[in-house]
């Protein structure tokens, strides 16, 4: 029998904060990723996909995959094994803050760029923006639309939110899954509307920063999805509590930075712009 006897000092951990182990993950979406983003250039650049598919496919299946086997690892980390202490907690709330500030910057660089080109047009263009020739998109239909959407998920997430606080399960899980629904709806409007979009990322500065703006927040669209559809999952596994559920919290917070993007993307690329 084991007894407080016989166990080493190194069988103790006299701190709160998690040791990570060594893990082959991010070497392995390193790879994914570069797979990933070259076939896609490629392609971008007229090479056939026949001739580049399978690079990236390849990138995209192993990316996927990896961040199954990582997710995974880290639910194991902060369910089973009992890693995630509250300094750990903290730290990770920390670390992904700073993460959104970086964020932040990113689509500072993009609206930069934007107004740059808009408040002061380049003759280039014809002087005016939008520039001529070119037909914005109604500020009153799809992408009003698209505002609502988003808000509302803002609105259910938040209820999910506080359900788990008050560890109402039902409401919940309720709220999570009609944020998730709601999301795809977003994307799928967005699709639509670039389908029938009368310009393209070719035409101008116009063009590029359109698709730029508003694809690069698609992008955070698609990746609130995917945080926000495994803490659901992790919520319907009984993974979080109502003082433990860093992983929700973290998808919830991406998720109100993406609403607060979104509003200022509409009235400056969407309102002002198509004036």
């Not at 109100?256 to 509409?266: A, K, R, S």
Request: glycine residues 8%; contains cysteine.
């Amino acid at each position: 029998m084991l007894s407080i006897n016989n166990l080493n000092r190194s069988d103790f951990q006299y701190h709160p904060y998690h040791l990570v182990t060594p893990s082959p993950w991010p070497l392995m979406i390193s790879i994914s990723l570069f797979c990933f983003v070259i076939g896609a250039v490629l392609y971008m650049h007229g090479y056939p996909y026949s001739l580049v598919g399978a690079t990236f496919r390849l990138g995209f299946i192993n990316t996927a995959a990896t961040m199954y086997f990582w997710l995974t690892d880290v639910t194991n980390e902060g369910t089973l094994n009992g890693d995630h202490t509250k300094e750990v907690v903290k730290g990770l709330l920390i670390g992904f803050l700073l993460f959104l500030v970086s964020e932040l910057f990113v689509f500072v660089s993009v609206f930069w760029a934007y107004f740059h080109s808009s408040l002061v047009a380049a003759i280039e263009i014809g002087g005016i923006w939008p520039p001529l020739a070119i037909i914005a998109l109604d500020p009153y239909g799809i992408p009003l639309l698209n505002t609502i959407v988003l808000l509302s998920s803002g609105s259910t997430v938040t209820m999910g939110h506080h359900a788990v606080l008050k560890r109402d399960r039902r409401y919940s899980i309720w709220g999570l899954l009609l944020t998730i629904i709601l999301a795809i709806f977003f994307t799928g409007l967005q699709y639509f509307e670039y389908v029938n979009a009368t310009f393209t990322i070719a035409d101008s500065v116009f063009g590029s920063v359109f698709y730029c703006s508003t694809g690069l927040h698609g992008l955070h669209v698609l990746v609130g999805t995917g945080m926000l559809l495994s803490s659901f999952v992790r919520l319907v596994n009984y993974h979080f509590t109502d003082s433990h559920h860093q992983g929700l919290e973290s998808g919830i917070l991406y998720w109100h930075f993406v609403d607060v993007v979104w509003l200022f993307l509409y009235v400056a690329v969407y309102y002002w712009g198509g004036l």
